[in-house]
């Protein structure tokens, strides 16, 4: 090999070196950052990119994805001075890959001492209580804090998440004592209220029905009230229409009285519920006259309605010259 041949393969070589060093192919979910003699110049975009070639190198490849961030654990002392072991989860994502690179030199130390240093402030100004129940509000100030302190670096926080709050062993026992008696607490407080409410409504009940029995005898009375008073006219008025009978000359009323009163009061007797047998009085001669007034009063009653409707007939047969046939009062069967 002649010394022409070998220089012709060293330019190639060279060319080829050339061409590699200049051409660059950036993945995706990447940035790289390119250097002139030191200095930042640009950043490259995933993808083919030409960089000068001996001039210009990659300075940090940086990832643009959303990367997660474990923050260990660490015990934290409360407001009312209780430690409490506490760790994180944090998700942040590089906006700017030039800030991340130059910015900070660890970012990812940066964002873990944020997030300790943070968590011990917010943790450290509230109450034992206050951190066991109120996580949300932890996890969106320690979120508020360290993103505005990583914004200068080209970074976002998107989330930070309080994984696991421990207290030491003897503050979780006397909380479980705590909680077990408040149970027993509000179970006795709602016993006692459902028998308070059990007997309000047992008592309004109570008293309802005795509003309504009263209201109910009120009632009863009024209408038996009236039915006496009702019942004490008709005896008035038949009395009074009695003793007109009488004071006319007509005793048969006074019988039909005195039998239909005669008749109920053994109805009555008859019909007694514990009644086995019927004592006939020895006086039943009375009751046979005043049966026999009864149909002596229905005769005369017969024989002068029919005497009222023959009238005008026997003057209209007078007036013709024609002798009436007037037929005679039938008498009423049984009598």
Same mark, same amino acid.
């Given at each position: 090999?002649?010394?022409?041949?070998? %220089?012709v +393969?060293?330019? +190639?070589?060279? !060319?080829?070196?050339?061409? %590699?060093?200049?051409?660059? /192919?950036?993945?995706?979910?990447?940035?790289?950052?390119?250097?002139? %003699?030191?200095?930042?110049?640009?950043?490259?975009?995933p993808?083919?990119?030409?960089?000068?070639?001996?001039v210009d190198?990659?300075?940090?490849?940086?990832? #643009? #994805?959303?990367?997660?961030?474990?923050?260990?654990?660490?015990?934290?002392?409360? $407001?009312?001075?209780?430690?409490?072991? !506490?760790?994180?989860?944090?998700f942040?994502?590089?906006?700017? =890959?030039?800030?991340?690179?130059?910015?900070?030199?660890?970012?990812?130390?940066? @964002?873990?001492? +944020?997030? +300790?240093?943070?968590?011990?402030?917010?943790i450290?100004?509230?109450?034992?209580?206050?951190?066991?129940?109120?996580?949300?509000?932890?996890?969106? $100030?320690?979120?508020?804090?360290?993103?505005?302190?990583?914004?200068?670096?080209?970074?976002?926080?998107?989330?930070?998440? @309080?994984?696991?709050?421990?207290?030491?062993?003897?503050?979780?026992e006397? #909380?479980? &004592?705590?909680?077990?008696?408040? &149970? %027993? &607490?509000?179970?006795?407080?709602?016993?006692?209220?459902?028998?308070?409410?059990?007997? @309000?409504?047992r008592?309004?009940?109570?008293?309802?029905?005795?509003?309504l029995?009263?209201?109910?005898?009120?009632?009863?009375?009024?209408?038996?009230?009236?039915?006496?008073?009702?019942?004490?006219?008709?005896?008035?008025?038949?009395?009074?229409?009695?003793?007109? /009978?009488?004071?006319?000359g007509?005793?048969?009323?006074?019988?039909?009285?005195?039998?239909?009163?005669?008749?109920?009061?053994?109805a *009555?007797? !008859?019909?007694?519920?514990? *009644?086995?047998?019927?004592?006939?009085?020895?006086?039943?001669?009375?009751?046979l006259?005043?049966? =026999?007034?009864?149909?002596?009063?229905? $005769?005369e009653?017969?024989?002068?309605?029919?005497?009222? !409707?023959?009238?005008?007939r026997?003057?209209?047969?007078?007036?013709a010259g024609?002798?009436?046939?007037?037929?005679?009062?039938?008498?009423?069967?049984?009598?």
């Amino acid at each position: 090999m002649d010394g022409a041949t070998i %220089f012709v +393969l060293a330019l +190639l070589v060279l !060319a080829l070196v050339t061409i %590699f060093s200049g051409v660059k /192919s950036v993945p995706q979910g990447r940035e790289w950052t390119v250097e002139r %003699f030191g200095r930042f110049t640009k950043v490259l975009k995933p993808g083919l990119n030409l960089i000068v070639p001996y001039v210009d190198r990659i300075g940090r490849k940086l990832s #643009m #994805m959303e990367e997660v961030l474990t923050i260990p654990s660490q015990v934290v002392i409360t $407001r009312d001075n209780a430690t409490v072991t !506490a760790d994180a989860i944090a998700f942040y994502q590089v906006v700017d =890959a030039a800030k991340a690179a130059y910015e900070v030199a660890n970012l990812q130390a940066g @964002i873990t001492n +944020l997030c +300790l240093t943070n968590a011990r402030t917010v943790i450290g100004a509230m109450d034992l209580d206050e951190v066991l129940s109120k996580r949300d509000e932890i996890n969106q $100030r320690l979120l508020s804090v360290v993103d505005q302190a990583t914004s200068p670096w080209g970074v976002k926080v998107t989330r930070i998440e @309080i994984k696991d709050l421990s207290p030491p062993t003897d503050i979780t026992e006397a #909380m479980a &004592r705590q909680m077990k008696a408040e &149970r %027993f &607490r509000r179970a006795e407080v709602t016993q006692a209220d459902g028998e308070k409410q059990g007997a @309000i409504l047992r008592a309004e009940g109570a008293k309802q029905s005795a509003i309504l029995q009263a209201e109910g005898r009120k009632e009863a009375a009024f209408r038996d009230a009236e039915a006496r008073e009702r019942l004490a006219q008709a005896e008035a008025k038949a009395t009074q229409m009695v003793s007109d /009978s009488i004071e006319a000359g007509n005793v048969n009323a006074l019988n039909y009285f005195l039998g239909q009163k005669y008749v109920d009061a053994f109805a *009555q007797l !008859a019909n007694a519920p514990n *009644q086995k047998f019927v004592v006939v009085p020895m006086e039943s001669a009375g009751l046979l006259g005043s049966i =026999a007034g009864i149909a002596e009063m229905t $005769r005369e009653a017969i024989t002068t309605q029919v005497a009222t !409707a023959a009238a005008p007939r026997a003057r209209g047969q007078n007036a013709a010259g024609t002798v009436p046939n007037v037929a005679p009062p039938t008498r009423p069967a049984g009598t």
